[in-house]
Nanobody
Framework: QVQLVESGGGLVQAGGSLRLSCAAS????????MGWFRQAPGKEREFVAF????????HYVDSVKGRFTISRENAKKTVYLQMNSLKPEDTAEYYC????????????????WGQGTQVTVSS
């Protein structure tokens, strides 16, 4: 049974930082591309970033480029999202997801999802 468990969310002031973690179990982690998505109240869940299993390449949505960094530790079966220079518009529930695909930026491409962790950025 595959489980993805996010942690590290919380309340932070604008300009601050948070690091989200997602611990995976029940799958061959090194064979999965890992992604982060977020969903703000009343909005669709949107892609934030992914890191490929094949070569560790990364891709970000434009709104977080230069501020967020996705990374992974295969030995720990964990993916991270370092978020710096946070803005109130980054407030959302953040989800990690896993896919066997190499490149994946849409929800439908991901097979497994975590339950989410809330990030709130105050102005």
């Amino acid at each position: 049974q595959v489980q993805l468990v996010e942690s590290g969310g919380g309340l932070v002031q604008a300009g601050g930082s948070l690091r989200l973690s997602c611990a995976a179990s029940g799958l061959t982690f090194s064979s999965y591309t890992m992604g982060w998505f977020r969903q703000a109240p009343g909005k669709e869940r949107e892609f934030v970033a992914f890191i490929s299993w094949r070569d560790g390449s990364t891709h970000y949505v434009d709104s977080v480029k230069g501020r967020f960094t996705i990374s992974r530790e295969n030995a720990k079966k964990t993916v991270y999202l370092q978020m710096n220079s946070l803005k109130p518009e980054d407030t959302a529930e953040y989800y990690c997801a896993a896919t066997l695909g190499v490149v994946a930026t849409t929800r439908r491409q991901y097979e497994y999802w975590g339950q989410g962790t809330q990030v709130t950025v105050s102005s």
